[in-house]
């Protein structure tokens, strides 16, 4: 499938799209690229809060600001790859069965699926602004993606 029907399917049965890119075999490329995905979606959907920001503090151009939002995103890279070697730590203590390879894919995966969200957060932020209609969005946005990282995460140590 491709990823974008992957992304969709994901919400109605994560489980089953996580053995479907287990069972590729491992592959480091196939993994980071799922990162990238997410990366990408996470570095667009800045881009209306970095122009908010550039707006009302009166600069002519939101591009400084993008820019340190790049640098940002890409700091996010070694994170990931340590949560996701945390998260396989916790998983072994507790049992786990999966390997360090399945971990990062059910962050990464967790974390492109959630990408779309991102770009929604970012449009609030920026539209809107602070105020209850972002926070609210924040915390759906960080359910969502607990939810999923934990659902993938356990499908993935089940070995």
Request: charged share 10%; glycine share 8%.
């Amino acid at each position: 499938m491709s990823i974008t029907t992957d992304l969709v399917a994901t919400w109605t049965r994560p489980r089953a799209i996580l053995r479907q890119h287990l069972a590729r075999g491992q592959s480091e490329p196939f993994a980071l690229s799922f990162l990238l995905v997410f990366l990408l979606l996470a570095f667009v959907g800045q881009w209306p809060v970095a122009a908010r920001e550039a707006f009302l503090a009166g600069e002519p151009s939101a591009t400084p600001r993008i820019i340190a939002v790049a640098y940002g995103v890409l700091l996010l890279i070694p994170l990931a790859y340590l949560v996701s070697a945390l998260s396989r730590l916790v998983a072994r203590a507790m049992g786990g069965q999966g390997t360090w390879y399945s971990a990062r894919i059910a962050l990464f995966w967790a974390l492109a699926a959630i990408g779309p969200l991102f770009l929604l957060q970012g449009m609030v932020a920026g539209m809107v602004g602070p105020g209850p209609a972002l926070t609210l969005v924040r915390v759906a946005v960080g359910i969502a993606f607990l939810w999923l990282w934990i659902t993938l995460l356990h499908e993935a140590e089940r070995g």
